[in-house]
């Protein structure tokens, strides 16, 4: 187990200055840690590393990293297993690092609330870049950008959006449906405003990847299905409600629709 390195230097200084944004690799093997360290600790990152499940979630639970890296075949708990309990309490980012290429591997990664994946062998660069492209998502959002809060109807209805029996919170990033908040994933989050902020239209899978990974993304139409599978299923399970369409094709639009009885 290796801790963070000492390079708190950035106490007091001013929000627009860039904060050591910290990353927890939680992986077995010698040759990659070394390999992410190497990178991760060259692009401004702090890096703790874990090198099975279980430490993994201490650590997890121990510092709060703003993001996790995490490798699929582990010692004692494998990754699957980790993501699965840091999602029951946390909505860390989390990529996943996988050797398989098989589609179903991917799939549940992503099905258990992951927010991203690399097939190994995979560049570095290429990881530092996903890194720094989820954080800035998760960290904008949060972020200056949004007007300071007030009471005020117009930046309340700037910030806040309302739907029948669903509230969007955008700098809480909270969402309640039927008044209970439920616990989304800082994808699920991004991909639900970005289609709230416009109903009706349709996006392409293309356009959700590249907008909300920031980038243009290289995996697959799947990855965004099965994002919103899982989006759909935390928004529908207590609500009569349904709000995200699929486009037979084409993508996805948002609309408030009455689910029907067989459906
Ligand atoms: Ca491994």
């Not at 360290?37 to 874990?50: F, N």
């Not at 708990?77 to 179903?104: K, Q, Y």
């Not at 910030?159 to 700098?171: E, H």
Request: negative net charge; contains cysteine; hydrophobic residues 40%.
């Amino acid at each position: 187990m290796i801790l963070y390195d000492d390079t708190r230097c950035c106490r007091g200084w001013r929000l627009e200055l860039k904060m050591s944004k910290k990353v927890l690799i939680i992986e077995d093997e010698e040759g990659i840690i070394h390999l992410l360290s190497l990178y991760l600790k060259d692009a401004g990152y702090e890096i703790a590393v874990a090198k099975d499940g279980a430490d993994g979630l201490a650590l997890h639970a121990r510092l709060h990293p703003d993001i996790v890296i995490l490798d699929i075949m582990l010692p004692a708990i494998d990754g699957f297993e980790v993501c699965r309990r840091i999602r029951a309490w946390s909505n860390t980012p989390i990529l996943m690092l996988t050797a398989r290429v098989s589609e179903d591997d991917r799939i549940e990664g992503l099905d258990l609330g992951a927010d991203d994946y690399l097939v190994k062998p995979f560049s570095p660069r290429e990881l530092v870049s996903r890194v720094r492209a989820i954080l800035r998502r998760v960290g904008n959002s949060e972020g200056g950008e949004s007007p300071p809060s007030s009471s005020s109807p117009t930046s309340e209805a700037a910030t806040v959006l309302r739907f029948p029996g669903l509230t969007i919170d955008l700098p809480a990033r909270r969402v309640e449906v039927n008044g209970s908040e439920i616990a989304l994933t800082p994808t699920e989050f991004d991909l639900l405003v970005l289609l709230a902020q416009s109903p009706g239209r349709v996006f392409t899978r293309e356009i959700l990847m590249n907008k909300v990974w920031g980038y243009d993304y290289l995996g697959d139409g799947h990855t965004i299905d099965v994002h919103i599978s899982a989006l759909r299923k935390k928004l529908e399970a207590n609500s009569e409600q349904r709000y995200i369409t699929t486009v037979w094709r084409v993508g996805y639009r948002f609309e408030v629709k009455v689910r029907s009885p067989v459906s």
